[in-house]
């Protein structure tokens, strides 16, 4: 009975020892792979790792952080080449890793956690799919109202990314809610940067922005709350305008949004005015 008992202890600890062994050499593979710039190839074994190791192995720490940092860089190349069906794949597999492993780290791996639903909500608007979005704005929101999110993502945070005829556009919402006295100064909700590009796509110079502005109500009657204004920039001055046919209520239409933006853009659609204010005044 000695005997059988002895044995059975020695196939434990061997099965044990080369499992550590086989989990060892496939994070030096992950981590070689890593320095090499394969991120995908890197990303497979590191997911591979965090589903095989025992949470409570030393290794553990160190598998989840790394198949997070490659999973997030997959995910940006993803959404830059408007894959979002892959960008969301990523970014819902971050999220949930941030989420269950927080108490793991400090707080520097927790706040991975808000640029991690950001970019959710980018990849469900570039399918399409700005009403599942919402959930996660509203997670983004949560965290402004309580005041936890770091610098970058506190005051707005981007939602909308596209190309569109050689351009990049980007959408950046703020946090902050519509005053209720319309006379109380400007104020902007959402805008969308306009950039040419290099020839590897990234952005090239800012060519305009288009605002979605407060309107200055001056009766009851008036049917919108905000408007759409371009504003673009030179040395000297700010020259802005608006587009009167472009109009939008407090709950804002995000689909007719970004319809708008995208024929104001393709169309090149002039304002239908238009104010120079000169730079320093």
Do not use: C
């Amino acid at each position: 009975m000695i005997k059988v008992s002895l044995l059975l202890l020695l196939l434990t600890t061997t099965t044990v020892v080369f499992g550590q062994v086989t989990s060892i050499a496939k994070y030096s593979t992950a981590d070689r792979l890593l320095k090499l710039n394969d991120i995908n190839g890197a990303y497979n074994l590191f997911k591979e790792l965090k589903a095989e190791i025992d949470p409570n192995d030393t290794l553990y720490e160190y598998v989840v952080w790394y198949h997070v940092v490659t999973a997030t860089e997959l995910e940006k190349e993803s959404r830059l080449r408007e894959d979002f069906t892959n960008s969301l794949k990523f970014g819902l597999e971050v999220f949930k890793a941030v989420d269950e492993n927080k108490h793991l780290f400090d707080d520097s791996f927790a706040q991975k956690e808000p640029w991690a639903i950001k970019n959710i909500i980018v990849s469900y608007f570039g399918l399409g799919q700005g009403d599942r979005a919402r959930k996660y704005r509203d997670k983004l929101y949560e965290e402004y109202n309580l005041k936890s999110l770091l610098q970058g993502i506190d005051e707005y945070f981007n939602f909308d990314f596209f190309k569109l005829d050689g351009k990049n556009v980007w959408g950046y919402e703020w946090y902050a809610e519509l005053p209720a006295d319309r006379f109380s100064g400007s104020f902007t909700k959402i805008i969308y940067y306009v950039y040419s590009t290099n020839p590897d796509g990234t952005d090239k110079d800012q060519l305009y922005r288009l605002h979605v502005l407060m309107f200055h109500q001056s009766s009851e009657d008036t049917k919108f709350d905000y408007l759409l204004e371009r504003q673009q920039e030179n040395d000297k001055a700010m020259v802005s305008g608006s587009y009167y046919q472009y109009t939008y209520m407090k709950d804002i239409d995000y689909n007719k949004l970004r319809q708008d933006v995208k024929d104001v853009i393709k169309n090149e659609i002039q304002p239908g005015s238009r104010r120079t204010l000169a730079k320093g005044k």
